[in-house]
């Protein structure tokens, strides 16, 4: 791919990363998906009553089947539970949290005012427990935001804390020092939001013999939530889940045990606990990149889920597979990708949407011979 789709996908990537979006309060990363396609005259939008947004090209076959390409909008994050006399801030976790990556962190409690109030997480130090009491792995609930706070009310009142604000990582989006080596937060899932916005500029003109349509849902983490809601919106015959899996190239796991290690291409995803894809359509996606050259590795999860959890079952079900940015240090302030994995799922996402056709998406779901 040219260095204009390098810049634009590098672009994308920090934008998206850089926006605060998590369970529940995706509205910076949803307004940046609407204003970056909104400009388009071809763009229609809709959002279901939880939030997720739906974009459909005008000029595409009504009667056509629907063919969605999906990813989440929300990244792990927090809720401040109450604020205590201290002003410190005790927090619950939105979707998953490993507390190994989370002592001395930097977050910003996001107010209703607008306000983002830059704090840092705390526990008791280790040096006021005796050495039998200190904790191998401290629970969440141990744990506390701290923001500077003399009270609670300067907390709740001259900084406009709340219990129910939402709170989210601070980090920046950076290159490492090989420059296709992407440092950033929330690359599960913004990677898949920005290849979402990124393919959908650039199908905006190319006649389909479908509906094309993408979706951007919300409250993935907590439970596949946004896509169930917005199953029933778009009633899809097909569905491409793009999405940010956990990388596994780095120590602990043997070669034969690697199926997404970075600069190795996009991982296609056979199955995990939420979802069997479709092999029909799983084995039409890996022919295609191996009949283009894209490279990839192909994926069996004994763990982890996506929206292909809620997508397949929907209605009388629907085809899915996952494709995927394989990203180190998922759910935590700092995740690696490699932009050539990033440029290889868009490569073979842009391949996918070219070789579908009406009779070739109800091949996947023939079983009567």
């Not at 604000?165 to 989006?173: E, H």
């Not at 951007?216 to 009633?235: D, K, S």
């Not at 629907?318 to 868009?346: E, F, K, M, Q, T």
């Amino acid at each position: 791919m040219n260095g204009d789709t390098r810049s634009e996908a590098l672009s994308l990537l920090r934008q998206f990363t850089e926006a605060p979006g998590p369970p529940g309060h995706e509205d910076s990363v949803r307004s940046l998906f609407h204003h970056l396609l909104a400009g388009r005259q071809d763009h229609r939008f809709e959002c279901d009553r939880l939030g997720s947004m739906v974009c459909r090209r005008s000029g595409d076959p009504e009667n056509g089947p629907n063919v969605l390409v999906t990813a989440h909008l929300d990244e792990v994050g927090f809720l401040v539970q109450s604020v205590a006399a201290s002003g410190l801030l005790p927090f619950v976790p939105l979707g998953g949290w490993w507390p190994h990556t989370l002592l001395s962190q930097r977050v910003a409690v996001l107010t209703r005012s607008g306000n983002r109030v830059l704090g840092v997480i705390g526990s008791t130090p280790p040096h006021f427990l005796p050495e039998d009491a200190r904790p191998r792995l401290l629970p969440i609930d141990a744990m506390f935001i701290d923001v500077g706070a003399r009270d609670a009310a300067q907390a709740t009142g001259e900084f406009g804390i709340r219990p129910g604000d939402p709170v989210v990582p601070v980090a920046s989006f950076e290159q490492l020092q090989d420059p296709d080596l992407l440092l950033a937060k929330a690359f599960d899932n913004r990677s898949g939001i920005a290849l979402l916005t990124q393919c959908l500029l650039r199908r905006s003109a190319k006649a389909l013999p479908y509906q094309l349509l993408g979706a951007a849902t919300v409250q993935e983490e907590i439970g596949l939530r946004g896509a169930r809601t917005a199953a029933r919106l778009v009633q899809p015959d097909l569905a491409l889940v793009l999405e940010g899996p956990p990388a596994d190239d780095t120590v602990g796991l043997s070669p034969s045990q690697v199926q997404g290690a970075l600069g190795m291409g996009v991982q296609i995803r056979v199955s995990d606990p939420s979802a069997l894809m479709n092999r029909r359509l799983v084995d039409f996606c890996i022919e295609t990149a191996q009949e283009t050259g894209v490279p990839h590795q192909i994926a069996v999860r004994r763990s982890g889920g996506t929206d292909a959890g809620a997508f397949h079952i929907h209605d009388a079900g629907v085809p899915c597979v996952v494709l995927g940015v394989p990203a180190r240090y998922i759910h935590s302030h700092n995740s690696i990708i490699h932009l050539a994995d990033y440029l290889a799922a868009l490569q073979l996402l842009e391949a996918i949407l070219d070789r579908l056709t009406p009779d070739r998406i109800a091949s996947f779901t023939r079983f009567l011979t």
